[in-house]
């Protein structure tokens, strides 16, 4: 039953590291913006959150050691998939190249 509260956890997460990259595209208007120091504050905020999470995998009750299993996970993957995978997909689409004003 613990694993069900990672669910709302890793989408609000998603969420919020997509819309960090996603406001830097539009800002820096250039794909290159996420190589420089906003892919590193993600890293490092992932980081700090799998490790804090990280912790409850050593918990001897066997629902928070996977709740912290299935968080060190997401938080890693959700990383990935803001840097790596949402940048060609929001060129591809045209995303960063909107004015500031304009809708998505």
Not at 16 to 23: Q, R, Y
Not at 46 to 57: E, I, P, W
Not at 58 to 81: N, P, R
Request: glycine share 12%; aromatic share 10%.
């Amino acid at each position: 039953m613990a694993n069900f509260f990672a669910i709302p956890i890793l989408i609000g997460y998603g969420i919020d590291f997509g819309v960090n990259v996603m406001h830097r595209l539009r800002q820096e208007r250039s794909y290159s913006a996420i190589g420089s120091s906003m892919a590193k504050g993600l890293l490092l905020t992932a980081l700090a959150s799998a490790a804090g999470f990280g912790t409850m995998m050593f918990a001897h009750h066997q629902g928070i050691a996977s709740l912290g299993k299935i968080m060190v996970l997401g938080c890693l993957f959700c990383f990935i998939v803001s840097v790596i995978v949402l940048p060609p997909i929001a060129k591809w689409l045209n995303w960063g190249d909107k004015k500031l004003g304009e809708k998505l």
